[in-house]
């Protein structure tokens, strides 16, 4: 199963890549065809109810809209005004984003070994930009001379 997960991923992923314009909508659209063609391909391997309530049904639809279209739309937009390594550094902190969220709305704790984890991800992500930033730097300033 996971091997035809990452097989239709990569699919999807060289689709988006060779097509000549790039609409995050339509890319949306195709994403969750990919998904959708997946799971029904993979329903007769699992025992599952596919009777679907509807608290389910309105779970389903969140997941659907929050984590997954409107992210890839903002991931989609953020790639198109950032370079792609700025992004794939800031994608890093999302699990920082998280525990904030986590705090403010759901009232829990931050202990210290979260803070101190934070704090790593945080300090790697921007030692990670400061790197790509300097071997670009490092890269126009030897080309300047040439």
């Known amino acids: 199963m996971a091997l035809g997960a990452a097989l239709a991923w990569a699919v999807f992923s060289y689709m ?6 790039r609409n995050d909508t339509i890319a949306m659209f195709w ?3 990919f998904g959708l063609v997946f799971l029904i ?3 007769p391997f699992y025992k599952i109810s596919y009777v679907i309530s509807g608290k389910a049904l309105l779970g389903l639809l969140y997941v659907a809209v929050f984590p997954t279209a409107i992210a890839f739309l903002l991931w989609g937009k953020a790639l198109s005004k ?3 390594h700025i992004c794939s550094s800031i994608a890093l902190l999302t699990p920082v984003f998280s525990l904030i969220i986590i705090a403010i709305f759901l009232k829990e704790e931050i202990i210290a070994a979260q803070i ?6 945080i300090a790697s992500t921007a030692f990670n930009i400061y790197l790509s930033n300097r071997k670009r730097w490092k890269y126009e300033s030897n080309r300047r001379f040439i």
Not at 16 to 21: D, G, R, V, Y
């Open 16 to 21: 988006l890549k060779k097509a000549k314009s």
């Open 41 to 43: 391909a993979g329903m």
């Open 31 to 33: 994403y969750s065809v």
């Open 116 to 121: 101190i984890g934070l704090s790593l991800v």
């Open 82 to 84: 950032l370079p792609a």
